[in-house]
């Protein structure tokens, strides 16, 4: 009588190999994908959150170089195809005049890794959305959370602003503000 053997065969160790193989590359692969897809949510969501701070300082008492009535606004640039992109939180305390001046940074963002502010649109009242924008501010003043959106080149006040952000393969999304003070990532 013949012993049967206790152990795998030369061909079943190759074929698990080759299945663990193929499956770790498989997530590996994925995983590079998945990763650049959260780090553009996670930087939709940090700007969204500097825009509610902004919010947030502009209708409470936040006190700026020895003042409290200065409104709080964000200004976006758009970086264009190559350059750095940058966001600032700023007290609209120089001329309040709802735009960013010098000297009054609270604090500025660089936006890193090749992730880009792309394009920066704009809705004017009883009109269609306008875009490629070089800058964009939004101001909070006291007491509403209303949005006071401004942007260089178009003048009056507009009902929603659209910031438009792409990660070094393309991928795309989007922070939305409403004139009500609604803030929406997309």
Do not use: W
């Not at 997530?27 to 553009?40: A, I, M, P, Q, S």
């Not at 500025?108 to 501010?137: A, K, N």
């Not at 939004?138 to 929603?160: C, M, Q, V």
Request: proline content about 4%.
């Amino acid at each position: 009588m013949t012993r049967p053997s206790a152990g795998f065969t030369v061909i079943e160790l190759l074929v698990v190999s080759g299945i663990i193989a193929l499956i770790s590359g498989l997530v590996l692969v994925n995983n590079n994908r998945f990763g650049g897809e959260v780090l553009l949510q996670n930087l939709a969501y940090d700007i969204a959150l500097s825009i509610r701070q902004a919010q947030q300082f502009g209708i409470s008492v936040q006190r700026f170089q020895g003042g409290f009535g200065a409104p709080y606004g964000m200004h976006f640039q758009s970086s264009g195809a190559s350059a750095q992109s940058v966001y600032v939180l700023f007290a609209d305390a120089v001329d309040e005049n709802g735009l960013y001046d010098g000297g009054e940074i609270v604090q500025s963002t660089t936006v890193s890794q090749g992730y880009r502010i792309v394009d920066l649109c704009v809705t004017p009242p009883d009109s269609t959305e306008v875009c490629g924008l070089t800058s964009l501010d939004i101001t909070f003043k006291r007491p509403e959370p209303d949005a006071y959106i401004r942007s260089a080149g178009i003048g009056n006040l507009n009902e929603s602003a659209r910031i438009r952000l792409t990660s070094p393969r393309g991928d795309q999304k989007e922070v939305t503000v409403e004139a009500n003070g609604q803030i929406s990532v997309q």
